[in-house]
C-alpha cells in the first residue's frame, strides 16, 4: 500500500489516493464470499423487490425484445473493480488517503494506453472528482401522484438551452468517449449544461440497433463500441451516457426496471427479467431520471425501421409521470412518496408522452381495463388549455359519444358487441396547423351486455354537440349544450346567437331514411332575428338523427365548412312530418314563414298564409287562380284554394315600377 502520483504532464490531474490491489484470485475469492452472502439471505430463490412483491432474481435482465441486461443492485457496497491490463487482471479498490474503503470512482480503461479519464475539458476550469454516487434519500423523492405542477423534476429554461443544443448536435468527435465529452463541454458551464450536452448529442446521434435486437451477437455493448458504431439498444444508450457523464464529473447511475414500450400489451403483468435500461443524474443536492433511448426516437409497429424523432419529455422526467412507463428492479429509485407496488404499476393506465406534451393532465379511470355498465363506459380527460380530441373503438368512431369540455372531454362507449374491445383516444392542439392526431390513451373494454338502443347513425360525427371550438366558430348561447336532443312529437328547436357574420347550411341524416340531399335540408328551416338564429326541425319519422351544422363567411363565394352536429332522437313511431316549403334564391334569410309551416298542402282546401318580408310591392300566391297577400304590421296574408292543382307558389314584385315576379317558395298538394 501507499500513495500514488500520476504526473505525465504538467496538465494532468494528480490523485493522491490509497490504493489496495488484490491478485485476481484474492478478488474473486472476495466476490465469491459476498455473492453467497446475498444468496443466503434469499428464500428459495425469491427476493423481495421493495415494492411488496417477491419474484424470482436472475442474474440478468432483458431489454424490450429480451435481450440480457444487467440487474446491478442499487444500493451502496463496497465497490470492486477489475481491469485487464496485457492479459494481467488484478482488482484496484480506490479511497482516499486515511479513510475507510468506500466507492469513490469507478474508472473504465479501453485497450491502448492506460491512463485516467479526463476530467478537464476546454473552458471548464476547477472540475470536481465524481463523488460516490450515494443512494435516493428523503430529500429526492417527490409526492405520489403527480401535483400537475411541472413536467420536469427541477426548474429548466429551454429557451436558454437552444444554443447550447444546437452547439451539442454538431460536434462530430466518434474516435474516444473523453474526446467527444471533451468537445461538447465546451460550451457547457453547469452540471446541468454538461449532462443536457451529453443528452442532446446521444438521443440525436445515437439510433436503435434494430439488426441487433434480431441478432444479438452482432450488438455493440461497451460505451466505445455505441459511439463508433452510432447505434445499440437500452443497456447501450444507458451505458454510454453514464461513462459521458462520470467523464464529465457528473454522478451517474444506470438503472434496469420493467417498462411499458415497445410491445406492451394493455394490462399485462410483468415477471421475470427486466426488459428496459435507463439513467439517473445528480444535479442541485438531488436525484433525477432520464431515458436517451426514448428520447431518441420510435420504432414502427412491425420493429423493422427505427426513425429519429426528438422526444423531450424523458429528460429529466418528473417521477411521477416517469413511474408510467419506468419501473426500476429498486423502488428507491421510483424517487417517490410513496412509491408503487408492481401490481399498481402494472394496474395504471398507460400515459404516454404525447399525453403530457399535449397538456394533459388527468384521464378517468386511471385503469387500463374498463367494465362497461349495463352497456356503457365512460371516459373524461382534464387537460390545462383547449383540446380536440377523437377516439376508436376497433378502429371506428361509430359506437360512442364524445362532447368537447373547456378544459377536456368526456366520452360514453356504448359497444355493440360483448367481448374485449380496444379503445384509443387521439388528441392535438385546437391551434394546430395539421389534421394530425396523436394517440395519448389506450383502455381494454370489457363488455358484458348489448344497449341496442344506443345504436348510433354512421353519419354521427366526433365530437358530438356544441362547445369552445363551436364558440370560436360564431355559435354562442346554445338553446341546448348537450350533444342529444330528445323529441317526443318529433319537433324541436335550436337557437343561436351568431357572434360573426356568417351564412349557415344544415342538413338531417339517417341510416333508416332515403332522403334525396334537397330533403335532408327541407325538414329543417332557418329563422333569422338580428343575430339570432333558430333551427326548426320537422323529423320524417321517427328513429335516430344527425343534425349536421355548416357555416362560412358571407363575404366568402366558397363553400360551406363543417362545424358540429347534434344527435336528435325520437321513439313516437306515430311521427311522419312532410319538410318544409322548398325556398328559391329571393328569399332572404330574415324573411320568416308563419303559416302554412309545411311543404305539403291538403287538396281542395283553403289554406291561411302568413309570411314576414320586407321591401316588397306586392305578393302573389299562385295556384289554379292567382290571390294577392295584403300587408298588416309588417305581416303579408291572405288565402288561396288548393283546388285544381299540384303546386302552389309563393312570387314577390320587389318594385312597383317592374312588371316581373320572382318565386321565392314552392308548396306540394296532396294527390286526391
Given amino acids: 500500500m501507499g ?67 444487467s440487474r446491478e443492485p442499487c444500493k451502496q457496497t463496497q465497490a470492486v473493480t477489475s481491469y485487464s491490463n496485457e492479459g494481467t487482471q488484478v482488482t484496484v ?221 424523458y429528460f429529466l422526467t418528473h417521477p411521477a409521470l416517469f413511474i408510467n412507463n419506468h419501473f426500476p428492479d ?51 380527460v382534464d387537460c390545462r388549455s383547449a383540446t380536440l380530441f377523437t377516439f376508436k373503438l376497433k378502429g371506428t368512431d361509430e359506437h360512442g359519444l364524445m362532447t368537447l369540455k373547456k378544459h377536456g372531454m368526456k366520452l360514453d362507449i356504448y359497444p355493440q358487441k360483448t367481448g374485449s374491445h380496444k379503445l384509443q383516444i387521439f388528441a392535438k392542439p385546437s391551434k394546430a396547423s395539421e389534421d394530425v392526431y396523436n394517440c395519448v390513451l389506450e383502455y381494454v373494454v370489457e363488455c358484458k351486455s348489448v344497449d341496442k338502443a344506443m345504436r348510433f347513425p354512421k353519419d354521427l360525427h366526433q365530437p358530438v354537440g356544441p362547445s369552445w371550438f363551436t364558440e370560436r366558430q360564431g355559435f354562442l348561447r346554445p338553446s341546448h349544450p348537450d350533444p342529444i336532443i330528445h323529441t317526443n312529437d318529433g319537433h324541436c328547436s335550436v337557437t343561436f346567437t351568431l357572434g360573426k357574420d356568417i351564412s349557415i347550411l344544415a342538413s338531417l341524416h339517417s341510416d333508416n331514411s332515403s332522403l334525396t340531399e334537397d330533403m335532408r335540408r327541407r325538414h329543417i328551416m332557418q329563422i333569422h332575428r338580428g343575430n339570432q338564429i333558430e333551427l326548426k326541425i320537422h323529423l320524417p319519422h321517427a328513429g335516430n338523427f344527425v343534425l349536421k351544422i355548416y357555416a362560412k363567411k358571407k363575404s366568402d363565394p366558397g363553400n360551406y365548412d363543417y362545424i358540429f352536429n347534434y344527435l336528435i332522437t325520437c321513439l313516437n313511431t306515430e311521427v311522419k312530418w312532410p319538410a318544409f316549403p322548398q325556398s328559391y334564391s329571393k328569399w332572404v334569410e330574415d324573411y320568416e314563414i308563419l303559416e302554412p309551416l309545411s311543404g305539403l298542402l291538403p287538396a281542395n282546401r283553403n289554406i291561411q298564409f302568413k309570411l314576414k318580408m320586407h321591401g316588397i310591392a306586392k305578393v302573389l300566391v299562385q295556384a289554379e287562380n292567382t290571390y ?43 294527390t286526391q
Fill in 330 to 380: 429498486n423502488s428507491n429509485w421510483q424517487l417517490l412518496k410513496p412509491t408503487l407496488t408492481l401490481k399498481e404499476f402494472e394496474n395504471n393506465m398507460l400515459h404516454n408522452s404525447n399525453f403530457y406534451m399535449l397538456g394533459l393532465l388527468t384521464a378517468h379511470p386511471e385503469t387500463a381495463v374498463i367494465q362497461t355498465v349495463n352497456g356503457k363506459a365512460s371516459v373524461s
Fill in 628 to 670: 294577392p297577400l295584403t300587408q298588416s304590421r309588417g305581416y303579408w296574408e291572405g288565402t288561396c284554394n288548393t283546388s285544381g292543382c299540384r303546386e302552389v307558389f309563393v312570387m314577390v314584385h320587389e318594385n312597383a315600377n317592374h312588371s316581373f315576379y320572382s318565386h321565392v317558395l314552392k308548396y306540394e298538394v296532396e
Fill in 3 to 69: 500513495t500514488m502520483d500520476f504526473k505525465t504532464d504538467p496538465s494532468a490531474v494528480t490523485l493522491n489516493l490509497l490504493l489496495i490491489v488484490h491478485p485476481e484470485e484474492t478478488a474473486s475469492k472476495q466476490k465469491g464470499q459476498r455473492e453467497r452472502q446475498t444468496e443466503s439471505s434469499r428464500s428459495a430463490g425469491l427476493q423481495d423487490d421493495g415494492n411488496g412483491n417477491s419474484r424470482s432474481q436472475p442474474p440478468q435482465g432483458r431489454d424490450l425484445n429480451g435481450w440480457r441486461v
Fill in 93 to 313: 479498490e480506490i479511497h482516499p488517503k486515511d479513510t475507510t474503503p468506500q466507492l469513490f470512482k469507478k474508472l473504465s480503461f479501453g485497450k491502448g494506453p492506460r491512463r485516467l479519464p479526463s476530467l478537464r475539458g476546454q473552458d471548464n476550469k476547477g472540475f470536481q472528482r465524481t463523488e460516490a454516487p450515494r443512494p435516493p434519500g428523503g430529500k429526492d423523492l417527490h409526492v405520489y401522484p403527480w401535483d400537475k405542477s411541472s413536467l420536469k423534476s427541477m426548474p429548466v429554461d429551454l429557451q436558454q438551452f437552444e444554443k447550447l443544443d444546437a452547439y451539442a448536435l454538431k460536434v462530430n468527435v466518434k474516435n474516444s468517449v473523453e474526446e467527444l465529452v471533451k468537445a461538447l463541454l465546451k460550451q457547457a458551464r453547469t452540471d446541468l449544461e454538461k449532462v443536457r450536452a451529453i443528452w442532446m448529442w446521444i438521443c440525436h446521434h445515437i439510433e436503435y440497433d434494430i439488426v441487433g435486437y434480431h441478432n444479438k451477437s452482432q450488438l455493440p455493448s461497451k460505451p466505445i463500441d455505441v459511439l463508433q458504431t452510432g447505434k445499440s439498444i437500452c443497456e447501450g444508450y444507458a451505458g454510454l451516457f453514464e461513462q459521458m457523464c462520470s467523464i464529465a464529473g457528473i454522478q451517474c447511475m444506470k438503472l434496469s426496471g420493467y417498462s411499458k414500450g415497445y410491445g406492451y400489451k394493455m394490462g399485462q403483468t410483468f415477471t421475470g427479467d427486466s426488459d428496459h435500461a435507463w439513467n439517473a443524474v445528480y444535479l442541485d443536492g438531488r436525484w433525477h431520471l432520464l431515458d436517451s433511448t426514448w428520447g431518441s426516437g420510435a420504432v414502427d409497429d412491425s420493429f423493422t425501421k427505427f426513425t429519429f424523432r426528438y422526444n423531450e419529455f
